[in-house]
């Protein structure tokens, strides 16, 4: 009841000034008839009158216009759902604001918030080549550290052209050993030993179902602070991960990657790649450095990169307790959200991709997030209607399409949608929706839902000319 308020008083003091109009019109060509026996001269508005500033009359019959078409919309959503609207930093339309629901991946705008918060949008990962064996004309005396940063889009120029949309950013590891190479480094005496030290070594989040682990979707590689390809020993040329195979030791994995790759450029490796952990002390030879956080983040919101949003979440519990988990990483984010002033009384943050379905968040807070000023740069990651992303093949030839950037959820039972959408007078409005239902949500009927959404809010405003409220004579 409480979107109706505002529009309901409005709509009373609208109500009153268009009367009293009225009723001042009147009485004015009453007085002249009277004055000189004339017919009455066409009316004028005086200059008081609220008809000077039509538009005042005008919005709320708009809202309220909006409201009964996304009324009409929610009435064929699932009970336990929610949508929220914001227009102008106003909350126009709330259903179930409140209600605690799964997000599925639109909890990646979550993660996105605590990346830009607590990260920084200038922070990189480092991935470093390190040593504490002395380099006598080229030969390394003992082992090399492949010391990994969390560094999600360290890749190969082959793992990430199998994707579509390009450019599909990626931390050229081939760069690396290049690096090896110019720093002269021509025998090892030792191993290339990867170090993922910076996280845990927990691969999968325990509360996610076991179909999305290696087991058989692979949703996400292995989370580690050291991966190469998302931490897939083998992949297909096209790049749905199920067809992957994900290596189960990361780090072991990305030390013997590296290991071929400087042998390819003619470096003599005497011992076998292996895990372990770098000495302290031990002197930088070669290191490269990511993209920074916000190309990292805006990819993982557009393709909806589960791995990217996992290792982002350990680095953003390493940023805030030295710790690389995703507990402390989800801990982070709630206590950021709560002292940026959002009410996380119904959140609980369980990883950062939205594959847990024991995750629960508000539209009403997915809608404050992306309405905040500061939330400018996850804006800009969101995929848009009919053009990149998930919402890529969405709303295309709609109002919608170029129109709505979002972020989409989907899991059996789950739908949600939450971004911006462009309306007919150029305002933005912004909105989230969720809906969760106890059996499986059909594709086809949540993809209706939300186009249904999206298409309401780009036909704002829908109502009368302001030239039919204006100023009359």
């Not at 393709?303 to 030295?322: F, V």
């Not at 462009?422 to 305002?427: N, P, Q, R």
Request: hydrophobic share 45%; proline share 6%; with cysteine.
């Amino acid at each position: 009841m409480r979107r109706w308020i505002l529009p309901f008083c409005l709509l009373i003091v609208a109500g009153f000034a268009a009367w009293q109009a009225v009723e001042t019109d009147a009485a004015l060509a009453e007085e002249t008839l009277a004055q000189d026996g004339q017919s009455a001269p066409p009316a004028r508005t005086p200059l008081l009158s609220v008809r000077r500033t039509p538009e005042f009359l005008r919005e709320p019959i708009l809202v309220q216009n909006l409201q009964a078409s996304l009324d009409e919309v929610v009435a064929s959503f699932p009970p336990a759902s929610c949508l929220v609207v914001y227009l102008d930093g106003e909350e126009i339309y709330a259903e179930n604001p409140s209600l605690p629901l799964v997000p599925a991946s639109a909890q990646k705008i979550l993660t996105a918030f605590g990346a830009y918060t607590i990260l920084g949008d200038s922070h990189t990962f480092e991935t470093a080549i390190v040593s504490d064996a002395p380099v006598v004309d080229g030969v390394v005396d003992g082992n090399i550290y492949l010391i990994g940063g969390g560094d999600p889009l360290l890749a190969t120029s082959d793992y990430a052209s199998r994707y579509e949309q390009q450019p599909h950013f990626r931390t050229a590891i081939e760069e690396l050993a290049d690096a090896v190479v110019a720093a002269e480094i021509t025998e090892i005496n030792g191993a290339v030993i990867g170090d993922e030290t910076r996280y845990d070594t927990e691969r999968y989040v325990p509360e996610w179902p076991s179909r999305f682990t290696n087991e058989s979707q692979n949703q996400t590689g292995p989370l580690s602070a050291l991966t190469v390809n998302d931490g897939f020993v083998r992949y297909d040329p096209n790049p749905a991960p199920s067809l992957a195979t994900a290596s189960t030791e990361p780090a072991a994995f990305a030390a013997s990657f590296f290991d071929d790759l400087l042998e390819e450029r003619g470096v003599i490796i005497r011992q076998s790649a292996a895990a372990g952990e770098a000495p302290v002390g031990a002197r930088t030879i070669a290191s490269i450095v990511s993209d920074p956080v916000s190309v990292v983040t805006n990819q993982m919101v557009d393709i909806s990169d589960n791995m990217g949003a996992e290792l982002l979440l350990k680095e953003i519990g390493h940023a805030a307790t030295g710790l690389g988990t995703t507990d402390d990483g989800a801990v982070a984010i709630e206590n950021a959200l709560r002292s940026a002033g959002f009410s996380v009384a119904e959140t609980d943050i369980v990883d950062g991709s939205g594959l847990a379905s024991e995750n629960r968040l508000t539209c009403r807070l997915l809608a404050e997030v992306l309405d905040a000023d500061e939330s400018a740069p996850i804006l800009d990651g969101l995929a848009i209607a009919g053009q990149t992303g998930t919402l890529l093949e969405r709303m295309v030839g709609t109002e919608a399409e170029g129109k709505v950037r979002a972020k989409t959820g989907r899991l059996n039972e789950v739908g949600a949608l939450a971004g911006t959408a462009e309306a007919l007078d150029g305002s933005t409005l912004t909105f989230a929706w969720i809906a969760n239902t106890t059996d499986l949500y059909p594709l086809e009927e949540m993809t209706a839902a939300q186009d249904a959404v999206a298409l309401e809010l780009v036909a704002y405003p829908e109502g009368p000319d302001v030239e039919a409220l204006g100023p009359i004579g």
